[in-house]
Each structure stands twice: as C-alpha cells, then as structure tokens.
C-alpha cells in the first residue's frame, strides 16, 4: 500500500515538508532493525513504513493521530527505535520518529523527579540528575534508551531496580495522545496540580497501556512524563578515565562495587534474600554472565586493557588468572554499594560480609582489584556499554526471563534455562558461551523479590546457518518454558510465530481472559485499529 | 423483592443474607454528608467463589451492589448506597490470611482481614505490614490499600499500590481474575510449590488490571485477595520528635532525610492531632493540646533482623547531625508526649474508640495529594477558610504524610465536631465544602474522590472522565458495582 | 574494500544507535550529549551511521534505487569519525566509517555524482587543490621566506601548508610560524612551494579514491626524489592522509604534526616562553589529528569463528577506536604557555564534537557546516572560555565564518599563534 497523495499532504501540512518523507532510502533505514532476521525470514529490514516523519509537538503527534484515524491508516511512534517492535509489523504503517521531542522540561530537585519529552536518553537525564544529587533508573538495555519508552512502554527492570525500581514503578503522570488522538493526562497532571502523581482521580488510567510488558507502541503515543527519581551520592559528574574502551571511574569513598559469588545456587538465592531482607545494594546485577559463563572473565578484560579486543579471547582464556576468575566467578552477580554518608557504607558492607559469611559466598578477588572494581562501577552506574550483547557473535537474542522468587529462579527456571541453551551450543550454530549464559537484576523492582534470568543466545546475523540455528534454540527455549508454564523472554516477540502457535498458547495461557479484556480495551481505546499488533488483541473475544 | 434474597440464599445460605431493619440501616450511612440511603439486603459471601456468583446473578438481574470490607465507623460515603434496591456485599466473613511467606515477606489476605488479626500473626513470622496512621479498628487491611491509603513508611513505596501487589478481582462482570504475578503462573498451590510468591503487582501482560481497583469505590470489582508486601519486624523500634513552631522550619530537614531514605515511619503532625491520637478523652487532649509543640515530625528509627543496634545506632547519629546544621533539634521526648507512648500508638493494633472521634465525637477529614513543600500554603489557606467559617484554627488537626520516598505528600485536615450539635454540623458542611474548593483551585489534588470531591475533580477533567467511563464499559459494562459513585 | 565486502558490518549492526551519541561513558549533560552532526541536522534515522548501513545494505540488496534523497543521505555527512568511536567502544567487528566512505566511493563510481562536489573535482584536477583557485597562486604564502625549494633541493623534513593555507591568506602566517619554528630549531626543512599539490585526503573522503590514489601517489614521489624523510604539516586534513591513508600506498615518511613538533621543542628546551598571554581558552580536537590521528597498522588475515560463532580475527585485526590520536601535545604545548588557562569542553578527544567543515561537506551544504560549528562554539562558549584554539586550518577557518555570520565575539587562534605569541 502507497500513501495516496492526499494523505501525505495532510500530513506534510502538520510536520511540514522537511519532517516527511517517503523516500524508499529513508523508509528503509527505519525497517532495518535488530534481530528482524529472526520474524523476517532472514532479512535484516521489518516491513518497509509508508512514511517516516519527525513530529515537534504534542500537538503534531495529536494531529498526525487524527488524521490516521479519518483515512485509517496505521502508526507506530517510536522514541529511539532500538529492537523489531519499534518498527511497523505489517505494510500500510506510518513510522512516526519523535526524536524532536527532546527536552527535560523540569527537574524539581526537592520533590525527586524530572519531565521528559520522548527523545531523552537515560543518560541525559541521568548527567542532568547528578548535578543536583539524584539519578535516574536506567533500563537494562543501556543509558541510550528513551527514558519514557521505558516508563511507558517497554518491560522496565535494570541494574538500578532494586534501589531505583522497575520503569513503571517511577511513572508519575503523563501525557499520553491516544489512538483517537485524544490527549489524556493521567493523575495530578489531568487535574491541573502538576507531575507529581500518576494515579488517579479514582482508579488509575495509566493500567490500561502498561502492565509488566508495555504497549510498544501499539496504543497511541505517550509524548510527555514524569519520572521519579532517586538518590545519587556520588559526585556531580562522575569523572570518566582510560583510553577507549577501558573507561573506567574511580570510585568515590563511599562507593564499593563487588562480584560476588556463591557454592551452591541456594546459597545464591539464599543471597538475594538476605540482601533484599537487609536493604543494602543501590545496584545489584548479574551483568557481565550475559557473555556466558565461559566467556565473560575473558571478554572484559577488553575493558580493562585497551590493546586488547575480542580477537585475544583464545589467548587470555588460556590465562592462569582467567581460569581462576572462570571458576571463581561461577554462581556470581555484582553489588554496588553506595552509601548516603561514611557510617552507611561502613554499616552496608559490615551486613554484606555477616551476608557473605552465612551464605558461603565470597568477593571474587579478581574482581576485587582496582582496575575491575572502576570498571564495574562505570558499567553499572551509567549501562554504557550495553552494546556488549552484540560483541560475541555480532548479536543476541534473550530467551526466558519468567519472573518470580529467587527460589523459583535457581530450581525452576535455571535448570530449564541451561539444559535448552547447554543442548543448542553443542550444534555450533550458535556460540558456546556456557550454558550458563543468564543475565538479569537482582531485583527488577524496588526493594527486591522479583527477579528472572535472561539466558543469551550469541549468534551472527551474517550467517544464514547461525540465523537458523538461533530460531531453532528461540522455538525450543519457547516450547520449554511453555511446558514448565512459564511465558518466553525476546524470543517470542522476536521470531515470526504462526497464528496456530499463537492461538495455542494464549489457550493454553494460565488466564486466556486477559486476551479478551486486552481485545476489548483495543476495540475502545483503538476503534479504528490505527495501532499495530504491539498491543495484544486477539481475534477471538470468548474463550 | 423476595425472589433475590431467594436467588442469594441458594448462593451463600440464608444466615447470610440479611433483610432486617437494624442491620440494614447500620448501612444506610456512615460519618460522611452522604445522602443516606438504605440498602435492600446484605449479603455476606464466605469465598470468591460465592463473590463471583453474586456479581454474575447481579448482573442477570440488575442488581446494583455495593462491596464492604470494613467495620462501622465508615467515614467517607463509598459504602452508602447511591441507587434504591442496592444489595450490601459485605466482605466480612473472608477473614482468611491465606498464607504468610516469611522468606518472600510476603502475606496474602482476604478483603476481611483487619490490622487487629494480621499484625500479630505476622510478628509470629517476624513480619509486619506498615499501616496507615492509627487505622480504625474495624478497618480492612485490603481496603485500606485499595484506597491509597497512605502508609507511615515512604522509603518502602516504590509506587503508589505499595505495598499492595498481586490480587484476585470479581470484575464487574464478573469474570474472575488474578492480577500481577498471581496471573502468569498457575494455581496459587501450583504457584507456591513452584516458589513463586505474587511478589509483584505488575500485569499480566499489557494491563496492569490491580490499578482499576484501586481508589475505585468498589465500582470496578470486588477484590477477594490481595498479597502485601511486609516489613521484616523490628528488633529495635526508636522514635523522634523533631519540634517546631512553624511547618516551614521542618521542611529542608525533611527533605534531606526523604533524600537520604533514612528512618521508617516518617509524618509532620500538628498538635491537634497528636493530642488526639494519644490524649486520654476529650478533656485530656485539649490539654495536652497545649502542652504540645504546634508541629512535629515523627520519625521512627528500625533496627530489623540485620545488625539492628547498628542499623540503628548510625542513622540516629546521622539523623543528628543532619538536625543540628539546620538548626533542630531531635529529641525522643517533648512536652506532653513521650516516645515510647507515640510509637506504641503508631505501631500496635489500633483501640476504640477512633482516634479522630475522641475529642468531638465527629470528625470530617479534607485530604488529597501535594508535594510536601507546598503544604505549608495549604495550611494557610485552611486557617483561613476556618475562621472565614467561624471554625476554630486550633481545633483543627492536620497529617502530613510523604509518600512515594519523597515524591508526592498526603495532607490532610481532620475537622472535629460535634455531630449531635446542628450549629456545629452546618458550620462544618460549609467549611467542608468550602474548603475543598478552595483548596482543589489552589492545586491540591483529590486523587481519591470522595463525594462532593468526585463531581470537583471529573469535572475539571473532562479527558479521565471519558476515558474511566470506557474502562466501566469494558470491566463492569452493566454498572451493577456501586454505581452513582465517582463519575458512573 | 567496495561496499559489498562490507556485507557482514551492515547485517551485525544492532542499531542501537550508539553512533548518535558520544561514549554514553562520557556524557555530562543533556546539551552536549549528541556525537553525529548529520542525524542531528538532517533528522531522518538515514542521517546516522546506522542508518547509513541500512541504506548500504538496502541498495545492495536491490531495494532501492539511486535518488538525490540517497545522495544527501550519503554526502549530508562529515565522515567526522564519531560514530566510528562510539560504536567500537564496545564492537570489535564493525566499521562504520569505513561503510560510510564505501557507500561514497559506490556512488562516485557509479557515476552518482552531487554537482556541488563536481566542480571541486574538476578544479583539483585542473589546479591541484582543493579550493577552486589556481595552481599559480599557491606557494604565496612562502614570499621572502628563506627556506628549501624542495623541487630544486634535498631536506630530511618537508613541511606541506596544505591547500587551505595555502590559498587562506589570513592562515598564510600559521605556515610562515612554523617554517620558522622549524628552521630556528635548525631542522633541515624544505617546501614544495608552488608545486606543491593537494594531499587528496579530502577526495578520498568524498569518494574519489582514483584522485586521491593519484595524488598521494605524487607527492610520495615528489618526497622521494627531493630525499625527504619526515613530513610535517599543519594541516589536521592532510595529517590523516598522509599518516593513515599513504601507507596504504607503500609511503614510509614518519608524520607528524606542527604540534607534535612544537611539543618536542618545548621538551627539548629548545622553545622558551618569555611573555604571558592571560587568557582563558578551549582546545578543540581536529577529527584528523584525534580520533583519526592513529597511524595506520597494516594488517593482512581471514575472520574465523572460535566457539561456535565467536568472530575474531586471525591475525589478531588492530582497530582504530581513536584512543591513540593526538590529544595529549596541544594540551601540554598549551598549558605550557605562561598565563594560560586551558578549560576543557565536554566533548573532548576521541568524542570531540566536529567542526563541520570535513567531508565536503563544506563544499556541498555549507548551511550544514554552519550549523555544526556553531554547535561547537556553543559548547566552548559554555566552558567560560574566550578563545578557542585548534590545530587545523578547515575548523578555524569553519568557527571563524561561523562567528562573523553571528556576531560572535569569542576568538578563534590556531595553536602555533599562541605559541608564536608567547616566544
């Protein structure tokens, strides 16, 4: 389907001719996505948008809306874009780009949050934030990622979480354009108090495009939002030292920043617990695992020796130390500690070590030398190396990832996890980083006790064969954890399912109602159907 | 008319379906100005099952039903029928705890369950769940978290439902659902054997379905569990007093410890309320009244599990040094109140009577949201309005809560008064109403929209109006779950 | 390499769009937060370097056609580098800038050429350089001066003005300083003088490699014949031709830069400082002399797999992330001038912002250009600054038509007029 001229003149006359485009050059730079070799039979572009255009207002996005609903066409915004949802799923899609809408409109240093338009990047935000003592939950995809897409939109938990929480934890009000293009303006903001409240009056509006997954984009735009945020005791800007890419920062004295590691995987879990229960951590990750558990002590030596590069990996593998950090690192996350004055981190890492001692776990000592310790902190305080995922393999793909307990993590999810990716790695089509390959949060929300394991699964875009291969470990880590009950991580919104699969597993789904309620929260909200499959609606209502 | 208790004794037994006169009026009103109105029958079901069937026969026969969780005092209009032949669905018999989780720290509890039967079967688990300030005795745990109530713990609210997680909920039309954690598993036994806990409260899916029930009025569904979150109980419980005579004074401090998440139960109170909330009768409280510093923070200091001497040890002396460079001073005992009173007061299962209604016998409460810097503003203004309504500024009591680690802040005027005196109650009618508005146009926001305050707010937001109104359509499309109230 | 044998870059590109920003490490506010000049004019997701290996994998693919759309796309662009450093921060197997210049070279090849970068072509031909003036004119800056004919004479160093002075009579002083600084050092130098020709790096960055290959292929000879062992030059531009790109042609010269020759003087004692310039000022990194001032390291090997699907390189591939350029010596050299305060940008190094000028760019969209200088001063003037100083001819020359168009009152020196000030 082309856009009939009359179309994109009305549109052109809302963004003007400069912010329109329906150049096939254009248009494909914004089908080219991550991992759409995996949903488009190998190729690296999703269905090409009918138009591409670069909104600067509320008011364009709310007039760009309209106008999809008087010719029904579809729209899919995206902030930053990164990843197969971002992009159209079907032709007859218009590609709305909101990287105009860019400013932090407010930080109000007292109260602890910030205003942000679509276009900025947890890492603006958060430099911005540390002027003045705070900081910003980051999203486990990195510092480059839109601060509302994460808020709104898009699943939530990072390395921050358990101190910062979930992204949708730090939701305040927001302005959202729905499909109708009505603005509605959630909690404190629709009554014309301010940002500071997402809720209300009566029930909460901001459920309705949200719960743990987000809207992706399939449910109108949300061009504006307040996002709490949290302390930051660390200097004003945090000195950056190395020489690319062994950046590093040295660590203020009330900052530790640990990998730990634990005998057995209950004492793992045991750990969380006690970690959670003693509320100590500001950042609590198991981060450099995704590398997999035979790979990561090797590859981030990469940030810490800057003549090194991945090319290195056989030969620093074969390192006595290396080995050692292998064996050492097994069972391990890292913690960050940051205290708000001296006494709270000498009381902090006087708990971690009674931790420690009643869990058998230890502080990796590699991990524990100056140069590794200012890595990690750099890493996880500012998760600006997420790029990282793509550096094995020329990609990933992230399968699992059930939330739950800690418990659940070690004894149901874990075993599943392993034995799928373990099974795979043997054939060669994808890379054998261990089958113990899983990244995740401590905790994905505030205060502890919901995590998950995010298994990787390293594989080459360029290579047809690896491509194959990552499918066929994608359908069987989809099909295990089916059968223990669980729903998928990435890989079921990644790979092209069928419409039987798909209608098998929402029947088979704990509570298909929720599809019902999601097909009629479409058919309200969404009449015209202007909004891609992002958001859930099924064919069916009864089930 | 008999033919629907007929219909309701078949689902719940005919010891639980009430028609008598007495009982129905103890539903006809509350504490509020409410227009009373009487409810047709009570009906008490046992389990969600029998909910979920009395919401189906609700919706064949048109039946408007009103849910109840908690005991008489009720206080703000939510409860009282708004439509002739409403049915009372009173919660009451789901006393259930259903189970408490000490490693996960969490509890799942049905709507009967009060903080009088919770707290001391937590604290055999180590446990405890922060209450809101002094609740009622008869007040609902999940009704109280249903309706934002405010906790006395910002730093444990990562959001506005904490600690309310995962829920069952009876929708309006009444299909039954597991919201959060509870809804992507199986079974709760399957759940549990599996180790998962409904520890959050997000999904399933892309809804998050819990926050259509929340501040709701019951006019989405009947939540029949809900699983909280809970504190690990504290080994070592301190309190301080911070005085001042002016609420500006005690702000940047404030702010400081909100940044720094230092201390646990954590309220500005002013003497009025305080007095009420440990004062010994009428008598005694305006006495103590006086005696009393005009403003106070609380803050309460927990040693919990872990190195709870040191835990507590450096944060006092922290909170301390903090107190001196703004020129304040931390004390654990102020005249008129001492710590140990205070705390007991704050954390024990509440007494009767309640708190607000000792000094006067009536109390009407204008709460709403702000940002803690602003309530000094309101303050004024409701002095103002107080003597513009010939109310006493000194009668009034007022409870300033943070909320949300510092984001958002609860502030709240209780107004005693005399309900049995006419003069007393008209002047309080108007100084209610008044005040709402003036207060509402000064920018305090009434997320949970009692009475009057439903038509003020949906008013002024015509966007959310429209918008509640498609979410009724989808989870209650006959409007049988108390209808009249916020804006269906 | 052509654009097809840049397949396996365009397909491992995750579009995480790491190459619009500078280091995520390293942002410091929300102001100075954007690495790419062109995705932030031009807007479209096309005007980045992801985006770019999109559009490069798009045409190979057979799934568009050439339009003038695609060659702004593809012109519309510094070759600045930026996106290059920050997406090998943390990626080992992608070359972004070197796709980029493919992409150029394809179109040119094909005969898609932009009109704008015609004309430069056609007077490089005619009149070796790259300014649209002729051969006869080049060589005035060197009047009076005593120094080497090179085309006559032999002398171990030959300093090469380099196009932009040479025909910016307002830079002419910036070569006359350094000849002079050389030759007071009693360094055997010499000039091309009017002979002396374009070093071709500009073509080459435009896509022109035939040109390029042409010149540098002369000059290298030139050099030869006149016994030449060392070249040095005050030209950022011509800095990264001749030490990155002439290798690649069999040249052998060690290269250095002005700077990099003061700072050894000044190590040597052999330059003092007698006055004081008390004045606040910015350092800005030419993208020639920083993030691209790496030598070049020859490498020849195969990509192979370890693990499964683990790429890596046999031999081991050196990478240019930048890391390595010149960055410390115009620090040094300017801290080392008495009354001098240096205040850094936020963008500094291998994220240093662009000037604007590079690429042809300057030639093609000069409202682009502009626009990206005056980004950079901007953000100089945020330091508190009243100077800016840099070590390139195209970006002073860039953020002096910047600052005239604007009324702009900060001052713009290169650092040997500082230096040559406080002798």
New interface residues.
């Given amino acids: 389907m082309t856009l009939s001229r009359e179309v994109y003149q009305a549109l052109e006359d809302i963004v003007g001719p400069?912010?329109i485009?329906d150049?096939?050059?254009?248009l494909?730079?914004?089908?080219?996505?991550?991992v759409a070799?995996l949903s488009q039979r190998g190729s690296?572009?999703m269905p090409r948008p009918e138009a591409?255009l670069?909104p600067g207002s509320t008011e364009e996005v709310q007039a760009i809306v309209r106008t999809c609903n008087r010719y029904k066409i579809k729209c899919k915004a995206f902030s930053?874009?990164?990843g197969p949802y971002a992009a159209p799923k079907t032709d007859g899609v218009i590609q709305l780009?909101l990287?105009?809408m860019d400013r932090?409109l407010e930080i109000?240093e007292?109260?602890?949050?910030a205003v942000v338009e679509p276009y900025?990047?947890g890492?603006?935000?958060?430099?911005?934030a540390m002027?003045v003592?705070l900081n910003t939950h980051i999203i486990g995809a990195?510092?480059?990622c839109s601060v509302i897409a994460a808020c709104t939109s898009f699943l939530?938990p990072g390395p921050d979480s358990i101190y910062m929480?979930?992204s949708?934890?730090?939701?305040?009000a927001m302005e959202w354009v729905?499909p109708t293009g009505?603005?509605?303006?959630?909690?404190?903001l629709?009554?014309?108090?301010?940002w500071?409240?997402?809720?209300?009056?009566?029930?909460?509006?901001?459920?309705?495009?949200?719960?743990?997954?987000?809207?992706w984009g399939g449910?109108g735009v949300f061009t504006k939002c307040a996002v709490?945020l949290?302390?930051w005791p660390g200097p004003a800007?945090m000195p950056?030292e190395g020489?690319?890419?062994a950046?590093n920062?040295p660590l203020p004295e009330n900052f530790r920043a640990y990998t730990l590691a634990f005998p057995t995987w209950e004492s793992y879990a045991d750990a969380y617990?006690?970690i959670?229960?003693?509320e100590i951590g500001y950042i609590a990750h198991r981060q450099f695992n995704l590398l997999g558990e035979?790979?990561w002590p090797a590859y981030i030596m990469?940030f810490i020796d800057?003549t090194k590069?991945?090319?290195?990996?056989?030969e620093l593998l074969r390192l006595p130390e290396i080995q050692k950090l292998k064996v050492e690192g097994r069972r391990s996350f890292q913690l960050v500690l940051a205290g708000?004055?001296p006494?709270?981190i000498?009381?902090q890492k006087?708990?971690l070590n009674?931790?420690l001692v009643e869990t058998g776990g230890r502080i990796v000592s590699k991990m524990a030398e100056p140069a590794m310790e200012r890595f990690t902190l750099?890493y996880l305080i500012?998760?600006?190396?997420?790029?990282?995922?793509?550096?094995?393999?020329?990609?990933y793909i992230g399968t699992f990832a059930?939330?739950?307990?800690p418990?659940?993590l070690v004894?149901?999810l874990r075993p599943a996890a392993e034995e799928a990716l373990g099974r795979h790695?043997r054939k060669?089509?994808?890379?054998?980083?261990g089958a113990d390959s899983m990244m995740a949060a401590v905790s994905?929300?505030?205060?502890g006790?919901?995590c998950t394991f995010e298994q990787f699964c390293?594989?080459?875009?360029?290579?047809k064969e690896?491509v194959r291969?990552a499918l066929a470990y994608c359908a069987d880590a989809a099909r295990a954890a089916r059968e223990r009950?669980?729903?998928g991580g990435l890989e079921d919104i990644a790979r092209e399912i069928s419409k039987e699969e798909l209608e098998e597993s929402r029947r088979h789904a704990?509570?298909p109602?929720?599809y019902a309620?999601?097909r009629?929260?479409k058919e309200?909200?969404d009449p015209n159907d202007i909004g891609d499959g992002s958001?859930?609606a099924t064919e069916e209502v009864k089930y | 008319m008999g033919e629907k208790k007929d219909d309701l004794i078949k689902i719940v037994g005919a010891e639980n379906v009430m028609d008598a006169p007495e009982i129905l009026e103890t539903y006809s009103s509350d504490q509020s100005f409410a227009r009373p109105m009487t409810p047709r029958l009570v009906v008490k079901p046992k389990d969600s099952d029998e909910v979920q069937r009395i919401v189906k026969w609700a919706n064949q026969t048109g039946t408007p039903l009103v849910p109840v969780s908690s005991g008489s005092p009720r206080f703000h209009g939510d409860t009282v029928p708004s439509m002739p032949g409403s049915v009372i669905v009173d919660l009451g018999r789901m006393k259930r705890i259903i189970r408490i989780d000490r490693?996960?720290?969490?509890a799942i509890v049905e709507p009967g369950v009060t903080y009088s039967q919770l707290e001391p079967e937590l604290a055999k688990e180590d446990l405890r769940l922060s209450m809101p300030l002094v609740p009622r005795i008869s007040k609902s745990v999940l009704a109280s978290l249903l309706e934002?109530e405010p906790r006395l713990i910002p730093k444990?609210q990562?959001?506005?439902?904490?600690p309310l997680r995962s829920t069952e909920v009876v929708w309006g039309n009444g299909?039954i659902?597991?919201t959060g954690?509870a809804?992507?598993?199986?079974r709760l036994e399957?759940q549990w054997k599996?180790?998962?806990?409904q520890?959050?409260g997000?999904?399933?899916?892309?809804?998050?379905?819990?926050?259509?029930?929340?501040?709701?009025?019951g006019?989405?569904g009947i939540v029949t569990w809900g699983a909280v979150?809970c504190e690990?109980l504290p080994q070592i419980h301190k309190l301080f007093f911070v005085p001042a005579e002016r609420l500006d004074d005690l702000l940047g401090f404030a702010?400081r410890l909100?940044?720094?998440?230092?201390g646990d139960e954590f309220l500005f109170l002013n003497n009025s309320n305080l007095a009420s909330i440990i004062g010994e009768g009428p008598e005694g409280i305006m006495t103590l009244k006086e005696e009393l510093p005009q403003w106070v923070l609380i803050l309460g200091l927990a040693g919990?599990?872990?190195?709870p001497r040191?835990?507590v040890e450096?944060?006092e002396?922290?909170m301390i040094d903090i107190a001196q460079q703004f020129g304040l001073k931390f004390e654990s005992t102020i005249p008129g109140a001492r710590d140990r009173v205070v705390l007991e007061a704050l954390l024990t299962p509440p007494k009767e009577p309640y708190w607000k209604l000792r000094y006067k016998g009536g109390c009407q409460d204008i709460f709403f949201?702000?940002?803690?810097?602003k309530t000094p503003e309101f303050v004024k203004t409701m002095y103002s309005l107080s003597q513009t309504w010939g109310y006493s500024p000194s009668e009034i009591g007022i409870y300033i809560q943070p909320m949300?680690?510092?984001?958002?802040c609860h502030c709240e005027f209780d107004l005693p008064y005399d309900p049995i005196n006419k003069k007393e109650v008209t002047k309080i009618q108007r100084l209610f109403t008044e005040g709402s508005k003036a207060l509402?146009k000064q920018?305090?926001?009434?997320?949970?929209?009692y009475g009057i305050w439903?038509d003020m707010?949906?008013n002024?937001?015509a966007?959310?109006t429209?918008?509640?109104k498609?979410?009724k359509?989808?989870?209650d499309p006959n409007n049988v779950m108390n209808p009249g109230k916020?804006?269906f | 390499m052509a654009l097809e044998d840049y397949?396996?870059v365009?397909?491992?590109?995750?579009?995480?769009?790491?190459c619009k920003?500078i280091?995520?490490?390293?942002?410091?506010?929300?102001r100075f937060?954007k690495g790419c000049p062109s995705i932030e004019y031009g807007?479209?997701?096309?005007y980045?370097a992801?985006?770019?290996?999109?559009?490069s994998?798009?045409?190979l693919e057979g799934?568009?056609?050439y339009?003038d759309?695609?060659l702004k796309?593809a012109y519309k662009c510094q070759v600045c580098g930026a996106c290059d450093?920050s997406?090998?921060?943390?990626?080992?197997?992608m070359e972004t800038l070197e796709v980029i210049r493919a992409l150029r070279v394809k179109l040119v090849e094909d005969g898609q050429l932009l009109p704008e970068h015609m004309y430069v072509i056609e007077n490089l031909r005619k009149e070796d350089n790259m300014m649209m003036k002729s051969k006869a004119e080049r060589g005035k800056w060197a009047e009076g001066l005593d120094v080497k004919d090179l085309t006559k004479e032999s002398a171990e160093v030959v300093f090469h003005a380099g196009c932009h002075i040479s025909f910016d009579e307002d830079q002419w002083k910036l070569a006359r300083a350094a000849v002079n600084l050389l030759k007071n050092a009693g360094i055997d130098v010499g000039i091309m003088g009017k002979d002396e020709a374009c070093c071709g790096g500009k073509a080459y960055d435009m896509g022109y490699r035939g040109e390029f290959t042409k010149y540098a292929q002369n000059n290298i000879e030139a050099w030869n014949r006149a016994g030449v062992k060392i070249v040095v030059t005050s030209c950022s531009d011509g800095y990264f031709a001749f030490n990155r790109l002439y290798p690649q042609l069999g040249s052998r010269f060690e290269v250095l830069h002005t700077v990099e020759f003061i700072h050894r003087l000044i190590k040597k004692g052999k330059i003092k400082f007698s006055k004081t310039i008390p004045m606040r000022v910015t350092y800005h990194d030419p993208c020639h002399l920083g993030r691209m001032g790496e030598p070049y390291i020859p490498w020849e090997g195969i990509e192979k797999?370890?693990?499964?699907?683990?790429?890596?390189?046999?031999?081991?591939?050196p990478?240019m992330?930048?890391?390595?350029g010149i960055y410390k010596q115009p620090r040094e050299v300017l801290r080392s001038i008495p009354g001098l305060e240096l205040i850094e940008m936020e963008r500094v190094k291998?994220y240093s912002w662009c000037c604007g000028a590079g690429g042809g760019v300057k030639e093609a969209y000069p409202d682009f250009s502009l626009w990206t200088a005056k980004e950079r001063l901007e953000e100089a003037k945020a330091t508190g600054a009243e100077a800016i100083v840099s070590a390139c001819p195209w970006c002073e020359r860039n953020f002096i038509d910047t600052s005239n168009g604007n009324g702009e009152r900060m001052k713009i020196y290169d650092i040997i007029e500082l230096v040559q000030q406080a002798i």
């Fill in positions: 400069d912010n485009s150049d096939p050059a254009t494909d730079s914004y089908a080219f996505q991550w070799e690296k572009f591409a670069l930053t874009g990164w780009d990287r105009r932090i109000d007292k109260n602890m949050f900025v990047i890492g603006q935000l958060q430099a911005e002027k003592g990195g510092s480059s939530g929480g979930h949708s934890e730090n939701l305040l729905m009505d603005i509605l303006r959630t909690g404190s629709g009554s014309g108090a301010g500071f409240c997402g809720e209300g009056p009566g029930p909460s509006l901001r459920g309705i495009a949200r719960g743990r997954r987000g809207a449910l709490k949290s302390p800007v950056v020489v690319i890419p950046y920062s617990n006690k959670y229960d003693a035979e790979v990469r800057p590069t991945t090319d290195d990996l056989e708000v004055t006494r709270d000498e009381y006087k708990a009674e931790i750099l500012k998760m600006c190396f997420k790029e990282i995922n793509m550096g094995l393999a020329g990609t059930q939330h739950g307990t418990d659940f004894s149901h790695q060669g089509l994808i890379a054998d980083t994905g929300i505030g205060g006790g919901d390293h594989y080459d875009p360029h290579n690896s291969g009950g669980m729903h704990p509570q109602i929720i309620f999601q009629k929260i309200a909200f958001y859930i | 490693r996960n720290r969490m934002r444990y990562w959001q506005m439902p904490d299909e659902l597991k954690d809804g992507t598993f199986g399957e599996e180790h998962l806990a520890v959050s997000l999904g399933p899916l892309q809804v998050d379905y819990y926050r259509f029930t929340l501040a709701a009025q006019t989405m979150r690990i702010y909100l940044r720094f998440r230092y919990r599990d872990r190195l040191e835990k450096f944060q002396k922290d949201l702000t940002t803690l810097d949300i680690q510092g984001v958002a509402m920018g305090a926001f009434f997320s949970r929209p439903a707010v949906y002024g937001d966007q959310t429209i918008t509640l498609k979410v359509d989808i989870f916020l804006c | 397949r396996a365009m397909e491992r590109c995750a579009r995480g769009s790491f920003w280091p995520l490490a390293h942002i410091k506010s929300w937060a807007g479209f997701h096309s980045s992801t985006g770019r290996l999109a559009v994998l798009s045409l799934r568009i056609n339009t759309e695609l796309i450093v997406c090998k921060v943390c990626r080992d197997v797999k370890i693990r499964g699907q683990i790429i890596v390189h046999e031999p081991s591939k990478i992330r930048g890391g390595n291998e």
